[in-house]
């Protein structure tokens, strides 16, 4: 994020010492760490809630182009007539049960 290096570090530290003084400057700096913790922690839960909104509105993208696609309803009927081809209809089912008793008639008889 910011690119100091340990130079810098030291300027500011020499720079704080001359202004503050050696009497006030670690309660001066302790104060400045805990404002910075806050204000990383602050930053770091404005981006999790921001990847939380982002995934979220993914998902709701997802769910509407799935919910919009009439294939997969069309696969799962086809699916369940492969797996059972006697549960096409009952009216269906009952011809061809009342076929093979008037077969089964013609055999005795024939």
């Known amino acids: ?60 993208k997802a769910l509407a182009k799935q919910a919009q696609s009439e294939s997969l309803y069309e696969i799962i009927e086809d699916t369940k007539k492969s797996i059972n081809p006697s549960a096409e209809s009952p009216a269906h089912s009952q011809d061809k049960a009342a076929a093979a008793v008037s077969d089964k008639s013609h055999d005795a008889n024939g």
């Open 1 to 60: 994020m910011f690119d100091i290096g340990f130079w810098e570090l030291a300027v500011i530290g020499v720079v704080a010492l001359l202004v503050i003084g050696p009497e006030r400057l670690p309660r001066v700096a302790r104060t400045a760490g805990l404002w910075v913790g806050r204000a990383r922690r602050f930053v770091s839960t404005v981006k999790a809630d921001i990847d939380r909104e982002l995934a979220a509105d993914e998902l709701k």
